[in-house]
């Protein structure tokens, strides 16, 4: 088993005395948003190295130069009662990668947001639970990115439009006539009396989890999941955080020899992707059917018959055309969360003493040295005798 050589790594591995609580990571992840550069969070399964036929899973961090590297493990150190030692992450060889994406738009949260809820499960005991022993990884690449909040507020403002925009004001006069041809009243509020509209139950909620989410830093995010077999990446997948939002499947790499470590790059919104799925799937065939025109090979006013002429081959290749780049330009929802929803997935367990973590040698200046020990007794039995 070789190490991945050149990057800048470091592992933390939690003390045996430590209690951690959920969402232990969530002071680290403050620290990396301010710093604005972008960073690799592990989580693998590898053999352990002292013990023959035995599995651990161990946590790594990546960042993107050895300063930061230096900075973030003197500040892990300090926050969290954990090992940090300056080691690069196993390389190991996965046949499947599975890349992630949000189910709905990044405004909706994977956790249950809720000021008034009790202590939260950590969630990333089930996750190291599910993949413990089955030689898989989740990879998480996270940038701060203060611009998500646009997303969001064009979401809440879609949201917010959709009750009283342009729609409205053209069928809510159609269903007063109507209602006036049925010989019922039309929906006028009475004299003296403001009538609020009527706004769904779960769009008020989406309002409501999507200011919170407007209110809390955000990290774009990049999640991987590599392993031998598609069941072992689906069972991680299915441990991840879930609520009004979740994550789904985008693409599945089946090439071999995939290493568990990579290159650290700045994870995207999928703008460019997105603007072309919807722009060129359909204005590529449309242009393709001008440029035919201009050149006399397609001309529309000749379709009038049911038979098979040319010009009605230039149309179905046309649509034919705009379904390939439609598939091919899938629009793909990116992965925007909060502080709150990434220290979901960012963290150390809290079960450790269940779950087959590697563990980390507590430093000497904790331990109390025995003639300290006996000096203390000493001094306490004294007391005792009077």
């Given at each position: 088993?070789?190490?991945?050589?050149?990057?800048?790594?470091?592992?933390?591995?939690?003390?045996?005395?430590?209690?951690?609580?959920?969402?232990?990571?969530?002071?680290?992840?403050d620290?990396?948003?301010?710093?604005?550069?972008?960073?690799?969070f592990?989580?693998v399964?590898?053999c352990?190295?002292?013990?023959?036929?035995?599995?651990?899973?161990?946590?790594?961090?990546q960042?993107?130069?050895?300063?930061?590297?230096?900075?973030?493990?003197?500040?892990?150190r300090?926050?969290?009662?954990?090992?940090?030692?300056l080691?690069?992450?196993?390389?190991?060889?996965?046949?499947?990668?599975?890349?992630?994406?949000?189910?709905?738009?990044?405004?909706?949260?994977?956790?249950?947001?809720?000021?008034?809820?009790?202590?939260?499960?950590?969630?990333?005991?089930?996750?190291v639970?599910?993949?413990?022993?089955?030689?898989?990884?989740i990879?998480?690449?996270?940038i701060?990115?203060?611009?998500?909040?646009?997303?969001v507020?064009?979401?809440?403002?879609?949201?917010?439009?959709?009750k009283?925009g342009?729609?409205?004001?053209?069928?809510?006069?159609?269903?007063?006539?109507?209602?006036?041809?049925?010989?019922?009243?039309?929906?006028e509020p009475?004299?003296?009396?403001?009538?609020?509209?009527k706004?769904?139950?779960?769009?008020r909620?989406?309002?409501?989890?999507?200011?919170?989410?407007?209110?809390?830093?955000?990290f774009?995010?990049?999640i991987?999941?590599?392993?031998?077999?598609?069941?072992?990446?689906q069972?991680?997948?299915?441990?991840?955080?879930?609520a009004?939002?979740?994550?789904?499947?985008?693409?599945?790499?089946?090439?071999?020899?995939?290493?568990?470590?990579?290159?650290?790059?700045?994870?995207?919104?999928?703008?460019?992707?997105?603007?072309l799925?919807?722009n060129?799937?359909?204005?590529?065939?449309?242009?393709t059917?001008?440029?035919?025109?201009?050149?006399?090979?397609?001309n529309?006013?000749?379709?009038t018959?049911?038979?098979?002429?040319?010009?009605?081959?230039?149309?179905?290749?046309?649509?034919?055309?705009?379904?390939?780049l439609?598939?091919?330009?899938?629009?793909?929802?990116?992965?925007v969360?909060?502080?709150?929803?990434?220290?979901?997935?960012?963290?150390?367990?809290?079960?450790?003493?269940?779950?087959?973590?590697?563990?980390?040698?507590?430093?000497?200046?904790?331990?109390?040295?025995?003639?300290?020990?006996?000096?203390?007794?000493?001094n306490?039995?004294?007391?005792a005798?009077?």
């Amino acid at each position: 088993m070789t190490l991945v050589k050149g990057e800048q790594w470091i592992e933390v591995r939690p003390l045996i005395t430590a209690e951690l609580e959920a969402s232990n990571f969530a002071p680290v992840l403050d620290v990396l948003y301010n710093l604005a550069k972008p960073y690799r969070f592990l989580v693998v399964d590898t053999c352990d190295e002292n013990v023959c036929d035995r599995r651990l899973v161990q946590f790594y961090f990546q960042f993107s130069d050895e300063h930061t590297r230096q900075q973030m493990a003197s500040i892990i150190r300090a926050l969290l009662a954990v090992e940090v030692v300056l080691a690069d992450p196993p390389e190991q060889q996965y046949k499947f990668r599975v890349d992630l994406e949000l189910a709905k738009n990044y405004a909706l949260p994977i956790i249950a947001v809720d000021s008034q809820e009790k202590k939260q499960v950590n969630i990333i005991d089930r996750i190291v639970a599910s993949l413990a022993g089955t030689n898989t990884c989740i990879e998480v690449t996270a940038i701060a990115d203060p611009n998500a909040s646009l997303g969001v507020q064009k979401y809440l403002y879609d949201k917010i439009s959709r009750k009283s925009g342009l729609g409205k004001a053209v069928f809510d006069p159609v269903i007063d006539l109507i209602g006036e041809a049925a010989g019922k009243s039309p929906s006028e509020p009475a004299k003296g009396k403001m009538v609020q509209p009527k706004i769904d139950p779960w769009i008020r909620e989406c309002l409501k989890q999507g200011e919170m989410k407007l209110a809390s830093k955000l990290f774009t995010c990049q999640i991987q999941i590599k392993s031998n077999t598609p069941q072992d990446a689906q069972a991680v997948k299915n441990a991840l955080p879930t609520a009004m939002n979740h994550f789904k499947t985008f693409k599945t790499d089946k090439k071999p020899q995939q290493s568990s470590a990579g290159s650290l790059r700045k994870p995207s919104r999928h703008g460019l992707r997105n603007n072309l799925h919807c722009n060129l799937w359909w204005t590529i065939p449309l242009a393709t059917l001008l440029f035919a025109g201009l050149i006399g090979l397609f001309n529309p006013l000749k379709i009038t018959s049911p038979k098979f002429t040319p010009d009605t081959m230039f149309l179905i290749l046309a649509v034919c055309l705009a379904f390939c780049l439609f598939a091919i330009f899938r629009k793909r929802q990116p992965i925007v969360l909060s502080t709150q929803e990434l220290s979901q997935i960012i963290g150390l367990p809290t079960a450790t003493a269940k779950l087959p973590v590697a563990l980390g040698k507590i430093p000497i200046a904790r331990m109390q040295l025995r003639y300290e020990q006996n000096q203390e007794q000493n001094n306490k039995t004294p007391c005792a005798n009077k």
